[in-house]
T-cell receptor
Framework: DADVTQTPRNRITKTGKRIMLECSQTKGHDRMYWYRQDPGLGLRLIYYSFDVKDINKGEISDGYSVSRQAQAKFSLSLESAIPNQTALYFC???????????FGPGTRLTVT | RKEVEQDPGPFNVPEGATVAFNCTYSNSASQSFFWYRQDCRKEPKLLMSVYSSGNEDGRFTAQLNRASQYISLLIRDSKLSDSATYLCVVLIGGFKTIFGAGTRLFVKA
């Protein structure tokens, strides 16, 4: 079984809809991250969490919110989806001492 | 200026060739460095960490030059399966991770 899982893997939704992307991990890591990837722009950090009580905004948090329900679960919500949120979304985890990140398989989101 | 910069390529090389990628970073407080590999539409996967003394893993060699603030990745005896995008990643202050936009490599038969 994969260490980091994401659901759904693909989603098509309409403008204005609320959508939640979920991430679970079995690595026992404290740190979890949400990124989006757009062609030619690389990965950009949306939110990150260093433990259940710690949530931090990344460089592109506007229009997104997150919830860390447990050490193993970190969900990303789009309160009112817009077309420019169409992207590939990745969840990742890391832990000390080297903080190498391990990624889930991604969620391909299309907002029409 | 981007915090982490890579040549986007693409690099087109024949099988068996040696290819090198460079990456520069701007924040002198950067403390950890990594190379990731990403196949099309898949998640990035850790290729190797980069240590000050340099490190080697089979056909892959990574080097770090802190004075000049650049990281390199050398791939020897390229295989078709090496075709991918290679991401340079920098960790700053133990919590801020910056990804480069990636360098695309195509290895041809």
């Amino acid at each position: 079984d994969a260490d980091v899982t994401q659901t759904p893997r693909n989603r098509i939704t309409k403008t204005g809809k609320r959508i939640m992307l979920e991430c679970s991990q079995t690595k026992g890591h404290d740190r979890m991250y949400w990124y989006r990837q757009d062609p030619g722009l690389g990965l950009r950090l949306i939110y990150y969490s260093f433990d259940v009580k710690d949530i931090n905004k990344g460089e592109i948090s506007d229009g997104y919110s997150v919830s860390r329900q447990a050490q193993a679960k970190f969900s990303l919500s789009l309160e009112s989806a817009i077309p420019n949120q169409t992207a590939l979304y990745f969840c990742a985890t890391s832990d000390g001492p080297t903080y190498e990140q391990y990624f889930g398989p991604g969620t391909r989101l299309t907002v029409t | 200026r981007k915090e982490v910069e890579q040549d986007p390529g693409p690099f087109n090389v024949p099988e068996g060739a040696t290819v090198a990628f460079n990456c520069t970073y701007s924040n002198s407080a950067s403390q950890s460095f990594f190379w990731y590999r990403q196949d099309c539409r898949k998640e990035p996967k850790l290729l190797m960490s980069v240590y000050s003394s340099g490190n080697e893993d089979g056909r892959f060699t990574a080097q770090l030059n802190r004075a000049s603030q650049y990281i390199s990745l050398l791939i020897r005896d390229s295989k078709l399966s090496d075709s991918a995008t290679y991401l340079c990643v920098v960790l700053i202050g133990g919590f801020k991770t910056i990804f480069g936009a990636g360098t695309r490599l195509f290895v041809k038969a």
